[in-house]
Nanobody, 120 residues
Framework: VQLQASGGGLVQAGGSLRLSCVAT????????MGWFRQAPGKERELVAG????????YYADSVKGRFTMSRDNTKNTVNLQMNSLKPEDTAVYYC??????????????WGQGTLVTVSS
């Protein structure tokens, strides 16, 4: 499984960004997908996770109401729409995949990360 994340950049506080992750895999629809982030000096954290059919979506408390995760199994893609961005959202964002059910499990496959910088 190869994951390619894109869409990061520099944005002012209050702005929006849309991250995308394309998976190179035969059967994308069986994978649980997640978006993680890691800020400088901090541990990596799960931002959002989505089940293989999209019926269950998890959000970290810090992003609830601002971020929306979605997937399109016909395009092997997951997206993370990030609105009302705050400086504390600044981090490298990673997409991840796993074959197990459960968005809070450990993830096996990781993309290369895309940097999001939110200026105040």
């Amino acid at each position: 499984v190869q994951l390619q994340a894109s869409g990061g950049g520099l944005v002012q506080a209050g702005g929006s960004l849309r991250l995308s992750c394309v998976a190179t895999v035969r059967t994308f629809g069986i994978y649980t997908m997640g978006w993680f982030r890691q800020a400088p000096g901090k541990e990596r954290e799960l931002v959002a996770g989505i089940s293989w059919r999209g019926s269950r979506i998890y959000y970290a408390d810090s992003v609830k109401g601002r971020f929306t995760m979605s997937r399109d199994n016909t395009k092997n893609t997951v997206n993370l729409q990030m609105n009302s961005l705050k400086p504390e959202d600044t981090a490298v964002y990673y997409c991840a995949a796993d074959e197990r059910v459960g968005v809070l499990n450990d993830y096996t496959y990781w993309g290369q990360g895309t940097l999001v910088t939110v200026s105040s």
